[in-house]
């Protein structure tokens, strides 16, 4: 999975950084978007190889 770009969009920050973490260590390179205007915003200028959806429920 080495230099796979893709883009992370989740607005609780410890949920970020968790991702980040764990998938930077496999090679990937992330940007991560705060919300769907952000994600939008950053697809306008850079095209993604791939697109990760993650539903995080801790109760």
């Not at 410890?14 to 992330?30: C, D, M, W």
């Amino acid at each position: 999975m080495d230099g796979i770009s893709l883009l992370l969009v989740e607005d609780n920050v410890l949920n970020q950084k968790l991702i980040f973490l764990t998938l930077s260590k496999y090679g990937f390179k992330i940007d991560v978007a705060n919300n769907g205007k952000e994600a939008l915003d950053k697809l306008k200028v850079k095209s993604y190889e791939c697109e990760l959806r993650v539903k995080l429920s801790i109760q």
